[in-house]
């Protein structure tokens, strides 16, 4: 055989391979929810795996709150009115967290009578937006008793005085960014439809770890810059 024609065989045959492989990939769109101790997050990914293969890629972006466990809700009964709120949390803080995530699937499911399980691991590049705490702080003026909105600071606002927070959007044009780095591992769960729709459940744990402290409490050194959890996540897939 010419070696021309030699190049011109392999070529065909090796496109070919390579569009039967992607004949043979599976992709889903998902979204998800997951809660954790102190905080929650909702977001949505893409992933593809190709039959036969036990790794599937995952890409996506999850928005989440933070919290602090040592944040403690109250409420001051003597004031009329009066609101819970969070005796030195000066700050509201959330995350955009992009992550890539490698499933590696002990028994991946070949159709929908069967249940696929498997580890993961992930890696995360959490950025933490946080804005202050306004409040309503209680005025106390005779003859007429009323709240004023404020930006809450324990040193010159006593708990006694506070009628609970104000909107949650106030003072969010005045918050900075702080970022991160994550990583989660855990276990898998998977049912549904093999092909059009895919249930999943995954409980794992998930460090992350800021440049700085995100300053949640007013007492600094209640602060911390590292941010373990366990965590609980639901997700429904649409495969295409």
Request: include cysteine; hydrophobic fraction near 40%; charge should be positive.
């Amino acid at each position: 055989m010419p070696i021309r024609q030699f190049y011109l065989l392999c070529f065909v045959l090796g496109g070919w391979v390579c569009s039967n492989l992607e004949a043979q990939s599976i992709r889903f769109w998902n979204i998800d929810a997951q809660i954790r101790n102190f905080g929650f997050d909702a977001g949505g990914s893409y992933s593809k795996h190709y039959m036969n293969d036990p790794i599937t890629n995952q890409y996506g972006i999850r928005i989440g709150s933070i919290n602090d466990p040592k944040e403690i809700f109250v409420i001051n009964n003597g004031l009329p009115g009066a609101q819970p709120f969070k005796v030195d949390k000066v700050n509201y803080a959330w995350t955009i967290r992009p992550y890539i995530t490698k499933s590696y699937w002990l028994n991946r499911r070949t159709s929908r009578n069967e249940v696929g399980y498997g580890l993961f691991g992930s890696l995360q590049l959490p950025l933490a937006y946080y804005w202050p705490v306004h409040i309503w702080i209680s005025q106390g003026n005779v003859p007429f008793d009323g709240f004023e909105d404020v930006q809450y600071n324990p040193d010159v606002h006593p708990a006694n005085q506070v009628g609970g927070t104000s909107s949650f959007m106030k003072g969010i044009k005045n918050g900075k960014v702080i970022p991160g780095l994550g990583l989660s591992t855990g276990f898998i769960l998977e049912w549904g439809s093999y092909r059009s729709l895919s249930n999943a459940l995954s409980i794992g744990f998930t460090n992350d770890l800021f440049v700085q402290k995100i300053p949640l409490l007013h007492q600094q050194q209640h602060n911390s810059f590292v941010f373990p959890y366990v965590f609980v996540n639901f997700a429904i897939g649409f495969g295409q």
